[in-house]
């Protein structure tokens, strides 16, 4: 079955940075993007970018250019997000989701599974 | 970026009720829109896609309709395990956003 761990809670100085990550199981890591979406406390959903496993390709929402870097581990099937320069706007859930093709007529690619999230605190 | 407004922003809504829920893109995103449950302390999970097809799984309660720019979530007969936030989210262009939620709470 289709699994994703996310790495543990962390609280970290602003300006510092963090790497979490998101180890998936149950399929074949390398043939399917891997999705990143922050949720601050509260609030909705934001998406910030996707990296293909297979050939590290990555897409990132430009609000992320330069905060976010995603990479993959296909040794390990670890997908990983790095938040560098943090401040309190960073403080947030950030969950991995694999985004899953449905070859039908029209192709159409959406999120099925979803890990349950890395909350990141930024705090003095 | 494309806006996609929710609305209401929060139901009081009893056992057996049909729920409905809009979404309004700021742009034409064809058949490009999903709609995701997020239980408190819970990752999404996915309902709907492509606008209007039911997930592996899902009960037959949740619909979903639209193109273009406006959509609707709709659950035929509310069920107390149903309370939770809705989200809608385009995947027609980047970047990907989602709607601020439908909340739903018992009346």
């Known amino acids: 079955q289709v699994q994703l761990q996310q790495s543990g809670a962390e609280l970290v100085k602003p300006g510092s940075s963090v790497k979490i990550s998101c180890k998936a199981s149950?399929?074949?890591?390398?043939?399917?993007?891997m999705h990143w979406i922050k949720q601050q406390p509260g609030n909705g959903l934001e998406w910030i970018g996707w990296?293909?496993?297979?050939?590290?390709?990555?897409k990132y929402n430009q609000k992320f250019n330069g905060k976010a870097t995603l990479t993959a581990d296909k040794s390990s099937s670890t997908a990983y997000m790095q938040l560098s320069s943090l401040t309190s706007e960073d403080s947030a859930v950030y969950f991995c989701?694999?985004?899953?093709?449905?070859?039908?007529?029209?192709?159409?690619?959406?999120?099925?599974?979803w890990g349950p999230g890395t909350m990141v605190t930024v705090s003095s | 970026d494309i806006v996609m407004t929710q609305s209401p922003t929060s139901m009081s809504i009893s056992v057996g009720d049909r729920v409905t829920m809009n979404c309004k893109a700021s742009?034409?995103?064809?058949?490009?829109v999903d709609w995701y449950q997020q239980k408190t302390g819970q990752s999404p999970k996915l309902l709907i896609y492509?606008?209007?097809n039911r997930y592996t799984g899902v009960p037959d309660r949740f619909t979903g309709s639209g193109s273009g720019t406006d959509f609707t979530f709709t659950i035929s007969n509310m069920q107390a395990e149903d309370l939770a936030v809705y989200y809608c989210?385009?995947?027609?262009?980047?970047?990907?956003?989602f709607g601020a939620g439908t909340k739903l709470e018992l009346k």
């Open positions: 492509k606008a209007s």
């Open positions: 742009q034409n995103v064809g058949s490009n």
């Open positions: 989701a694999r985004f899953f093709p449905d070859y039908g007529y029209n192709p159409y690619w959406y999120f099925d599974f």
């Open positions: 149950g399929y074949t890591f390398t043939s399917y993007d």
């Open positions: 989210m385009q995947s027609n262009s980047y970047p990907y956003t």
């Open positions: 990296i293909y496993p297979g050939n590290g390709n990555t």
